[in-house]
């Protein structure tokens, strides 16, 4: 992790020096990114909470939202789903993510109860580096699995690939190695043409993802908002991609001295 804040700030001061936005500096023509909001939804006994949560992701304009899972049973699990569902519509694409809390055989059986909810896809359902159970449950579901927020490095995600244990994938800058590491798993996914996601990180990822041959989803989250001059904006669901050189991001000191600890 700590390399690829290394090179992630290299890349930046690279971009910066040349006076290009990064997305540009590595080659990207500019463009928006297709966003879903990632604020939210947890697991929650209040079920009309949840679906009001829902409606309120969807402002500026976003067409998808992923929802936590893993209710004791899965009767709570589509409980859940049914009741996000019936506030977005059926227009909205859903993700939905369990943060590994699954063993294989009751991610098959909650899975195949997926199937038939029009869920966009199904993230980490199980222990992340289990990748013969990932592959068994994309043989067995129709959902498409979603793994890859924690590859560490690209031959972490090549393994996965090789292994057939997703149909997707989303690396972390964080654990993927920073803008190097990047640039080499968006090439696996493209020679395997697989669709490439990010986790997290959304004002550095926007720029890689426009990059990114197989781009598919940015996962935009708000929590920087607060420290930064000016935050990722989002317009009709599309993640803006900064003109400003580099990455974009300025601290607002004043802020970060506010919500400074220790």
Not at 57 to 76: D, E, H, I, S
Not at 237 to 258: C, M
Request: with cysteine; net charge negative.
């Amino acid at each position: 992790m700590a390399m690829s804040g290394f090179d992630t700030a290299s890349w930046d001061a690279l971009a910066i020096a040349a006076g290009e936005p990064l997305a540009n500096f590595i080659g990207a023509s500019p463009r928006n990114i297709p966003a879903y909001n990632s604020c939210g939804l947890g697991l929650k006994d209040d079920l009309g909470a949840l679906a009001d949560e829902a409606e309120k992701l969807l402002a500026g304009g976003f067409r998808a939202v992923k929802l936590r899972l893993g209710y004791p049973t899965v009767q709570g699990d589509i409980a859940a789903v049914h009741a996000v569902r019936k506030r977005i519509g059926d227009d909205v694409a859903l993700m939905v993510d369990y943060n590994q809390a699954l063993v294989l055989e009751d991610a098959l059986v909650r899975g195949r109860a997926l199937d038939a909810e029009n869920i966009y896809w199904l993230e980490e359902p199980i222990r992340h580096d289990d990748y013969f159970g990932t592959a068994t449950l994309a043989r067995e579901l129709k959902v498409p699995i979603q793994i890859g927020e924690n590859f560490s490095l690209p031959a972490a995600m090549a393994t996965a690939v090789e292994q057939h244990a997703t149909d997707y994938v989303m690396p972390d800058l964080e654990r993927i190695g920073g803008v190097t590491g990047w640039r080499d798993a968006a090439d696996i996914a493209h020679s395997h043409k697989l669709k490439m996601s990010s986790h997290l990180f959304p004002e550095v990822s926007v720029h890689l993802l426009a990059a990114t041959p197989t781009c598919h989803f940015l996962e935009y989250v708000d929590w920087a908002d607060k420290i930064v001059e000016e935050p990722l904006q989002i317009v009709d669901g599309l993640a803006v991609v900064p003109h400003r050189p580099g990455t974009g991001v300025t601290w607002n000191r004043s802020a970060v001295d506010k919500y400074r600890l220790g």
